[in-house]
DNA sequence: TAATATTTGCAACATTGTTGCAATAAATAT
DNA sequence: ATATTTATTGCAACAATGTTGCAAATATTA
């Protein structure tokens, strides 16, 4: 299952399993802290570089709220190198503040008549199922 | 004019005054380091205060996106002070890099199994206007 | 197993944002 | 208009976040 980062032709090494493995386990969204808070031993500027490499290779994807500190998922479609294109929408839960990527059958076009819109990022807030009782 | 810095119930100072002409002048959002530029002299700290509370007083909004220097924009709709609820989505030309704020007559809505949407936030890239030629 | 390419960790630095507090300026009441 | 009250500003000092060059360590390839 580590095959990925051989995939993405990126060298496999026991911290980037470790770091891989951590995002495996969430099926929400985490930010930074929570990485640090995983491991039990790391260097910040590794870390950094880390997350940047798995950014860039199409690994993981940032998410980003104003005001907040950014998240990381796994990118569960298959982003190219080049850039993530998600056909998911980001839900932030008020209640539990997770943040979760959700897929949707019927993803929302805009026409604008003065802008040629080319993608469409959308983030949702509500109450996810868990909260939502 | 420069009554809203009244109507929001916050001192009226010349730099507020300056800041939110500078604000006004612009028909896209701008980051900081624009608003530091137009500026012929500032204190660092007065002006990240006088963008906190204007965020705060509902004057002008944040806006962000994955890896960029958040930007900020007037608010032309109400925004009360606890909270921005915009109707409109935020713009990004892959061209020209400015953001806009852009009304949009049907605000599109997602409607999620397990989840319950309270309120939409949605980013577009493309084309502006002036650069879709 | 050796040669090569990549990653890691250190030190040092850059950028961005925050806080306490005294001086200053604005708003309000006389 | 002037005094009183209230809020803002700027300084110093700090905290958090992110970056870079470079040598040592590790992973990949031959
Ligand atoms: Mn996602
Ligand atoms: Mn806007
Ligand atoms: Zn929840
Ligand atoms: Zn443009």
Chains 1, 2 share one sequence.
Not at 16 to 33: D, G, M, Q
Not at 50 to 79: M, R
Not at 110 to 129: F, M, R, S, V
């Amino acid at each position: 299952m580590t095959e990925l980062l051989k995939s993405k032709k990126i060298s496999e090494t026991p911290f980037r399993k470790e770091v891989l493995a951590i995002f495996r386990n969430y099926t929400n969204a985490i930010p930074l802290s929570t990485v640090e808070k995983e491991l039990k031993e790391y260097n910040r500027i590794t870390l950094y570089r880390t997350i940047k490499i798995f950014i860039e290779k199409g690994i993981i994807h940032e998410i980003t709220i104003s005001g907040e500190e950014s998240n990381y998922a796994i990118c569960h479609e298959e982003c190219s190198t080049a850039a993530h294109h998600h056909q998911h929408i980001h839900f932030k839960c008020s209640s539990c503040k997770k943040i979760f990527c959700v897929e949707v059958d019927q993803f929302p076009s805009i026409i604008l008549p003065n802008y040629k819109i080319k993608q469409l990022e959308i983030q949702a807030t509500g109450l996810c199922q868990k909260c939502n009782v």
